[in-house]
């Protein structure tokens, strides 16, 4: 990589990081060293490929994607672990956007890794259910039923945030 190259992939890096560190975090569950793992992942493929790579971004997240759905296949393969205690709730003041994220967030986090994925994929960033399933390699079929599960568990994860997942339905 030439210095003109170099200083491009710096760029790059410092401008869509924080955008990349969201998706990542959002991907791993809410599990921080692990979305620090998949952007650092992902953006080490890219450097390697700086050159040939016309919409790094998207190459990006295609990389994250492929990289969660390969450690959520390896985990499938350690028994799941099930938290007893369900998210606090945050009380009758729903104007308080961060009380909500954070629930969300814990309730994310105790979905299954493949679940999460496709509620990622569908709904944060907006993916229609072919591109997820070609992304995933499952049918459209597997992805829309198993989005409606998902749903249907965060539902009973965190009863707080049902009236919100009620428009996603």
Known sequence: MDAADERGFREFVSAR??????????LAGGDQHAAEDLVQA???????????V?????????????????WWRTASR?????????????????????????VLREALAKL????????VLR??????????????GVSVGTVRSTAHRS????????PELARELETVS
């Open 54 to 70: 016309e919409t790094p971004e998207a190459y990006v997240k295609q990389v994250m994607y492929r990289q969660q759905i390969s």
């Open 17 to 26: 990081s924080p955008a990349l560190m969201r998706l990542a975090y959002l």
């Open 78 to 102: 350690r028994p799941e672990v099930v938290q007893a205690r369900l998210p606090e709730s945050p009380g009758l003041d729903r104007t308080h956007q961060s009380e909500l994220r954070m």
């Open 42 to 52: 992902a953006l080490a493929k890219l450097a390697v490929k700086w050159k040939r």
């Open 123 to 136: 709904y944060f960033e907006d993916l229609p259910d072919t591109e997820v399933a070609k992304e995933l």
């Open 151 to 158: 749903l249907a568990r965060l539902r009973e994860l965190s």
């Open 112 to 119: 299954t890794p493949r679940q999460r994925t496709v509620l």
